[in-house]
């Protein structure tokens, strides 16, 4: 089953057998954590960080131009011919000169990944999209890729205690730090969203377990509820985004009535871009408290692989992006393995139809909201389907001993 391979890689407990071997190396190894910051520029250092921004986009292009040109010309250049460039690029042009050399260096590595997955999916037969010019619209951040060596900090994005943070080539930047950082700081990276400025630092942090539960959940993800489990709890799907777009609506008409090019048109355009992250912010709220709710309180938690990107581009496309499964998984996911908790991931196989007490399958069309089956099972719809997947995810056993049929 599809879920096995997940299982394993998140399991907890040390199995005795040699596949699970690799699992207990994993388990103890840190993971990656995200720490986002308010950052309050004075007008100079915004403009120190502009200019960043600019010269990072600046060389990203130059150097996507040289990689076509090699191309054309059937040679091939790889990232680190081009590091080696850098100090030519220096002599040409003076004001690189100032540039931090890994800001410099991760701008070359990020476009090397651009061409890695553009590779990848020419190899796959997928549509490739080869890597593109950054206007100043598409190109936000920099970063600083090594921030700590044995512990110490090296210099950038190195909290002063004072408030403020450094940031080579800008200076010393008021934070708001709203929350101390966890484990050992990996990357900086400065990033402008919509008119303001965040510093993002990349922790490798310890995995915190919590006390062992036996107790296991399906969970069913949907559009009526958000999610439902197999203990026949169900929760609301958010509604930022249909509440929020009335007010987006009325922002972006009197967008379009503004002149292009003017200075109302680019702050009613600020206006937009501010109201799409704060949507995008109580989602990921949302799906955090979700998500810590289910892990503290169960040991295993089975989901269906959901191919969200297929649904995304149905006619239910705004109410997909809305519910933001994939994220939710991903936030899922990330909890239960610091913790110590299994998740477990079955093949989507008409879980909706299937009757969980015996395992019976029966067709019901998207309107019947309840599962009521000849058996005497009756379910909300999605907590029979919740229990399908839980019974799925446990090697397809229901409560009474009997089998689903294993996915094909
Ligand atoms: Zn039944």
């Known amino acids: 089953m599809l879920g096995t391979e997940t299982a394993r890689r998140c399991c907890s407990t040390p199995g005795p057998a040699s596949p699970r071997e690799e699992v207990t190396q994993i388990e103890h190894t840190t ?34 131009e040289e990689r076509r040109e090699a191309w054309r010309k059937g040679k091939s250049l790889t990232v680190y011919d081009q590091m080696r460039l850098l100090g030519e690029v220096k002599t040409v042009r003076p004001e690189y000169q100032g540039v931090y050399a890994q800001v410099l260096q991760e701008t070359l590595e990020r476009l090397d990944k651009a061409f890695q997955g553009f590779f990848l999916r020419v190899k796959r037969g997928e549509k490739a999209g080869y890597p593109r010019f950054r206007g100043r619209g598409w190109w936000n951040s920099f ?65 915190q377990p919590l006390p062992p539960s036996e107790e296991a959940v399906g969970i069913d993800l949907g559009l009526t509820h958000f ?50 992250r704060k949507i995008a912010n109580q989602r990921k709220d949302f799906h955090h408290k979700i998500a810590r709710r289910l892990v503290n309180k169960y040991g295993t938690i089975v989901h269906e692989d959901l191919n969200t990107s297929g649904l995304a581009r149905s006619r239910l496309s705004k109410s997909v992006l809305d519910a933001g499964w994939a994220q939710f998984l991903r936030i899922l996911s990330a909890k239960a393995a610091s913790a110590g908790r299994r998740v477990i991931a079955v093949k989507p196989h008409n879980t909706s139809q299937i009757c969980p007490q015996c395992g019976l399958t029966r067709k019901k069309e998207l309107s019947e909201r309840i599962h009521a089956c000849e058996c005497g099972c009756v379910l909300d719809r999605d907590v029979a389907a919740a229990r399908v997947i839980l019974a799925l995810g446990l090697d397809g056993a229901f409560g009474d001993g009997q089998r689903v049929a294993a996915p094909a």
């Open 31 to 64: 993971h990656k954590k995200a720490f986002v910051y308010r950052l309050y520029p004075t007008r100079a250092q915004e403009a120190a960080l502009e200019r960043l921004l600019d010269l990072t986009r600046e060389l990203y292009n130059a150097a996507l």
């Open 143 to 207: 970063t600083f890729p090594q921030v700590c060596r044995s512990g110490g900090w090296v210099g950038p994005g190195k909290p002063l205690g004072n408030g403020k943070v450094k940031v080579p080539g800008v200076g010393h930047v008021r934070i708001k730090q709203h929350r101390p950082l966890e484990g050992v700081p990996k990357t900086f990276t400065l990033k402008r969203s919509a008119g303001e400025w965040y510093a993002i630092y990349t922790c490798e942090v310890l995995p």
């Open 227 to 276: 999610v439902a489990t197999s203990d026949g709890e169900t929760v609301a799907p958010p509604r930022t985004y249909r509440k929020a777009e009335a007010r987006l609506a009325a922002i972006q008409r009197s967008l379009s009535r503004k002149k292009r090019g003017s200075n109302r048109r680019r702050q009613a355009r600020r206006r937009v871009a501010k109201l799409h």
